[in-house]
């Protein structure tokens, strides 16, 4: 059950920088989105509106995942596959799985988030992917966190899929289908764009999104005194970092 063979950073970078060139509008996202490294900016102050009017807030956590390439998966052996590749993205359990439970929350508020991992295994599959701009569109696979639904948080979890499958399998010691949202980039990223709002309207769902974060940390909490002072989008930004390793980024399509 190897890793592919490239990191979570390498596959995290290539997504990113792919969706920012061929999939919004101009070519750039709206706003960076690795607010960390901006601080010092960010205190200057910048134009809001003109980040939030039209765009969308995207979550998105980068994952890699595993590739089952033998016969005696247990996914195989059960026959949910009839043969590899089948692909396994693990779920944090930390805290009775208090991450994913997290992404839930902010995905009920009404944001836009997204697990992203890869569905490739090979240094030359991502390569051509790179080179062949298809790390979004072939590479990568899209779950919402509310389609995954486990069955307790106390054992280990992992989704089982194949690419472009129209289901998926929430796996622990027994398998539960579930319905796939996103079986393909096809039907990702028009849902994204169908998402977007006004200044207005994202504003007061980033102010709540803020609000629901901080809950998540106490009140001296050096992240709660990080975003001090900074604007509404770099707040969300490195709560969802911190709290949920998410990137938040805002797409005009």
């Known amino acids: 059950m190897p890793w592919p063979d490239f990191t979570e950073l390498t596959f995290g970078f290539a997504f990113l920088r792919e969706l920012e060139q061929n999939y ?6 709206p706003k960076a989105p690795d607010f960390i490294s901006q601080g010092a900016e960010a205190t200057k102050g910048y134009d809001v509106e003109v980040t939030l009017d039209g765009s969308t807030p995207v979550f998105i956590q980068l994952k890699r995942s595993y590739v089952l390439v033998q016969h005696n998966a247990r ?5 949910l596959y009839a043969a590899p590749k089948v692909y396994r993205m693990n779920l944090h359990k930390n805290g009775k799985y208090r991450q994913h439970k997290a992404l839930q929350g902010l995905e009920a ?33 899209m779950f919402a966190p509310n389609e995954i639904i486990l069955p307790d948080d106390t054992k280990d979890h992992h ?43 994202n504003r007061q769902l980033l102010e709540k999104t803020v609000e629901f ?7 001296r909490d050096p992240v709660r005194q990080m975003i001090r002072d900074q604007p509404l989008e770099a707040q969300a930004a490195i709560l969802a970092y911190f709290i949920l390793d998410a990137q938040l980024t805002f797409v005009k399509t």
């Open 24 to 29: 919004v509008l101009g070519g750039k996202f």
């Open 75 to 79: 996914e195989i052996q059960q026959g």
């Open 109 to 141: 508020l009404g944001n836009a988030v997204f697990y992203v991992t890869s569905q490739i295994h090979t240094p030359k599959e991502f390569s051509d992917a790179y080179s062949g701009g298809t790390v979004v569109s072939q590479a990568s696979a």
């Open 159 to 201: 989704v089982s899929f194949k690419p472009n499958d129209s289901f998926g399998y929430v796996y622990s010691k027994e398998p539960h289908q579930f319905e796939r949202k996103f079986q393909s980039f096809d039907s990702w990223l028009p849902a994204v764009g169908q998402r977007a709002q006004g200044a207005k309207e």
């Open 213 to 219: 974060l901080k809950k998540k940390r106490g009140p």
